[in-house]
C-alpha cells in the first residue's frame, strides 16, 4: 500500500504566499518523478510543476517564476513554495508521483487526494 499526504492548502489573499508538502508512504523501492497538479469545477487537470529524482524541475507556463518546486529524497517528501498568489490559482492541488514498490518492478502512477487552495482578490 502507498500512500500520498498532502498538507499546506488553505485560504490565503492575493499577493500571499503557501508552502504544500506531499509525503508518500508505504512499500516503496524508488521514486522517479514527483509533482503538483490542480483542478477546478469543470476543467482538466493542469501540470503546475514537476521534479525528478535528480532535481530537474519543469513548471507550467501559468506559475513559472513565482512557484518552486523541490523535494526530499530522504523523505519522500515534494514541496511547492508558492509565492505571489493569485485569485486564478484558486485550485484543488494535488499531489502526483512515479515510483516502483520493488526494485525491478514497474512504474506505478499515484495521487493524493487532494488540498484546497483558495486566493481572494
Known amino acids: 500500500q502507498v500512500q500520498l499526504v498532502e498538507s499546506g492548502g488553505g485560504l490565503v489573499q492575493a499577493g500571499g504566499s503557501l508552502r504544500l508538502s506531499c509525503a508518500a508512504s508505504?512499500?516503496?523501492?524508488?521514486?522517479?518523478?514527483m509533482g503538483w497538479y490542480r483542478q477546478t469545477p469543470g476543467n482538466e487537470r493542469e501540470l503546475v510543476a514537476v521534479?525528478?529524482?535528480?532535481?530537474?524541475?519543469n513548471y507550467g507556463d501559468s506559475v513559472n517564476g513565482r512557484f518552486t518546486i523541490s523535494r526530499d529524497n530522504a523523505k519522500n517528501t515534494v514541496y511547492l513554495q508558492m509565492n505571489s498568489l493569485e485569485p486564478e490559482d484558486t485550485a484543488v492541488y494535488y499531489c502526483?508521483?512515479?515510483?516502483?514498490?520493488?526494485?525491478?518492478?514497474?512504474?506505478?502512477?499515484?495521487w493524493g487526494q487532494g488540498t484546497q487552495v483558495t486566493v481572494s482578490s
Open positions: 521534479i525528478t529524482s535528480g532535481g530537474n524541475a
Open positions: 508505504g512499500s516503496i523501492a524508488s521514486i522517479n518523478n
Open positions: 502526483h508521483s512515479m515510483l516502483r514498490r520493488t526494485s525491478m518492478g514497474p512504474t506505478f502512477s499515484y
